[in-house]
């Protein structure tokens, strides 16, 4: 399934996400992102268990240094998580809105 909005990008994190509790402080005040909190530090634990599960392609994660991304072209979206103080920090984009804003705004797509 390809995203297009932030509707369906919510609806896919909550599939993906799905058994790790509530996603907390969702907001979408970008229009193109979607920033939200996992409760707890089990960063490693929620990586594998995503990954195991089949919920998301493994060969697109990586990361280094308590950070973990993930991009997913063909449905046209990312993630990025760190752990933070008791919880997982989150944001994930529509790519083509995301891109669509630098373009509003004359701007260089700094990710090409």
């Known amino acids: 399934m390809r995203i297009e909005t932030i509707d369906d990008l919510i609806l896919k994190l909550n599939a993906v996400f799905d058994g790790f ?4 402080h969702m907001s979408n005040d970008t ?3 979607v920033l939200f909190a996992i409760p707890g530090k089990k960063a490693k634990l929620l990586m ?3 990954n195991a599960k089949k919920r998301t392609d493994p060969a697109l994660w990586n990361g280094a240094a308590g950070m973990f991304l993930y991009t997913n072209e063909q449905e046209n979206w990312n993630l990025s998580m ?3 103080a008791h919880m997982i920090e989150c944001v994930a984009t529509v790519t083509s809105l995301h891109k669509k ?4 705004n004359n701007l260089p ?4």
């Open 31 to 33: 229009g193109y992102s």
């Open 48 to 50: 594998e268990n995503l």
């Open 101 to 104: 804003w630098f373009e509003e």
């Open 82 to 84: 760190k752990s933070g």
């Open 109 to 112: 797509w700094p990710f090409a």
């Open 21 to 24: 509790g509530p996603l907390e």
